[in-house]
Structure formats: structure tokens, C-alpha cells
């Protein structure tokens, strides 16, 4: 149970510090930061695509090719090609469905905002107004006002930045509270843990 936690809590870690790097990249180049990330998403599906085609078409005719995966390859494929070519169109509806990813990692976040609540941390409302705007980022993000692909791309590289900072402000937070507790109140059981 302590390494689940462990593992969870570097996983986390790890997470938050990604989304700060890739915040970064993609407000110091937004173009090419935003180019770039299609033009790699274009081109594992593409992979993937063609391996999926090629396996069905390989396969033998006993063990009973499944349609349903040629044309999951088809598709997969299709779309990796034109992720590959029109990688600003690809850049702004990405753009939606990163709000939506927001709005869902922002919620999720609530539960560090209980954490800290239940452990009468004073100041645990700055967690939840953290959370609060990264909802509405990732509302922004959704309904994105800017046409420009590149003012897209700043603008997921600042919610990017801005989740990651938060998340690892809640880490931090949360980490020093844990020990402070086990120090004064020997427990078990991880706080974030609990339900």
C-alpha cells in the first residue's frame, strides 16, 4: 500500500514537472511547439495504422482476420496522414479537446483541495481557487476565442504551465502537511488516502 502511494505520488511528480516543460516549449515557440506536436501524434498513427493494415493483410485466413481491425487501421492511418498534413487545422481543434483534458485533470484535483481541508491546512482555499481557474482555462481553452494557431498554442502553454505549477504547489503542500502530521501524530494510513 505504501508503494502504491509512493509510485502514485512520483507518477504525479512527474506529471506536473511535464507539464511545465511542455508549457514552456510551447509559449517560448508556440508554431513549432504546436506543429511539432501534431505532425508526432500524425505520425504514430500513421504507424500505427500501417502495422495494423499490414498484420491484417498478413495474417493467416484460418485464424480469422477481424474486419473491425483493417478498418481501425484504415482509419488510424488516414488520420495519422492528415495530422501529417494539415497539422494547424489539427492544432485547433486540438486545442478543444485539450480544454476538455483540463476541465477533467482540474477536477480531479479537488481531491488534494479535500485533503488539505481535512487536514485544517489554513490556507487550503488557494488550492481550490487554483482549481476553480483551472476549469475556467480549460473552459477557455474549449470554447477558444483566438483564431490563430499560434495564439492557440500559447495559450495551452500557458494552462499547461499553470497546471503544472499548481499541481506541484498542491504536492509540495500536501507532502510537508503529511509529515508534519506523522511526526506530531503517528498514522498508518496516507491522508490523501483516506475517503
Keep these: 500500500m505504501v508503494d502504491t502511494l509512493k509510485r502514485a505520488r512520483v507518477s ?34 500513421l504507424l500505427y495504422g500501417l502495422v495494423t493494415i499490414v498484420g491484417f493483410l498478413l495474417r493467416d485466413r484460418e485464424m480469422g482476420g477481424f474486419r473491425l481491425e483493417l478498418l481501425f487501421g484504415i482509419i488510424a492511418a488516414a488520420t495519422g496522414l492528415f495530422f501529417l498534413l494539415q497539422p494547424l487545422a489539427v492544432f485547433s481543434i486540438l486545442s478543444m ?13 479537488l481531491n488534494r483541495v479535500r485533503a488539505l481541508y ?20 480549460g473552459a477557455v481553452l474549449l470554447w477558444r476565442p483566438f483564431v490563430a494557431a499560434e495564439a492557440v498554442a500559447m495559450l495551452i502553454g500557458a494552462v499547461f504551465l499553470f497546471l503544472g505549477l499548481a499541481d506541484l504547489w498542491s504536492i509540495w503542500k500536501l507532502s510537508r502537511l503529511t509529515k508534519a502530521l506523522r511526526e506530531t501524530l ?3 494510513v496516507d491522508p490523501i488516502d483516506l475517503e
Design 12 to 45: 504525479f511528480l512527474l506529471a506536473s514537472v511535464l507539464y511545465v516543460i511542455l508549457g514552456l516549449v510551447l509559449l517560448i515557440w508556440p508554431g513549432v511547439g504546436g506543429v511539432a506536436l501534431c505532425r508526432l501524434l500524425g505520425a504514430a498513427l
Design 118 to 137: 481535512r487536514m485544517e491546512y489554513p490556507y487550503w482555499w488557494v488550492s481550490l481557487l487554483l482549481t476553480i481557474l483551472g476549469v475556467v482555462l
Design 186 to 188: 503517528p498514522i498508518e
Design 97 to 109: 479537446v485539450m480544454g476538455v483534458y483540463v476541465i477533467i485533470d482540474s477536477l480531479v484535483a
